[in-house]
């Protein structure tokens, strides 16, 4: 779920934050995020900069990213799962910038992001 506060767009961002803080991140954690800065739980924080790294680089990543999330206990499944949320959640980035914004759902509006 790191993921999808990694990924930058609103609504996605808006979702994932809903979805960690009810799974009990805490809100400082969420924030960190949010702001770009990795969490502060180790294995959390190499999802995270992964994601980042997918993203931002277009899925160039390289081999360090790669060793650097493994060493932090991140299996290689995980590492799929983490690169098809990269995926899902860059198409819905799209398609949310492409529609103007897509209005949130009341129980996101919460957590709202710009």
């Known amino acids: 779920m ?3 506060v990694a990924v930058d767009n609103q609504y996605g961002v808006a979702f ?3 979805v960690l803080a009810s799974l009990g991140v805490d809100d ?7 702001a770009n800065e990795p969490p502060s ?6 999802v995270y900069k992964l994601a980042r790294s997918i993203v931002l680089d277009r899925g160039k990543v390289d081999d ?3 060793s ?5 206990g991140v ?3 995980e590492i799929l799962e983490i690169v098809a949320e990269c995926t899902f959640a860059g198409l819905v980035g799209t398609l949310d ?5 897509v209005e949130l759902d009341a129980f996101l509006r919460p957590r709202v992001w710009n």
């Open 68 to 72: 650097r999330a493994t060493a932090a």
């Open 64 to 66: 360090e990213a790669i």
């Open 16 to 18: 994932h934050s809903t």
């Open 28 to 34: 400082s954690e969420l924030e960190r995020m949010r």
């Open 41 to 46: 739980d180790a294995k959390r924080a190499a």
């Open 75 to 77: 299996t290689t499944p």
């Open 2 to 4: 790191a993921v999808g």
């Open 97 to 101: 910038n492409l529609a103007g914004r």
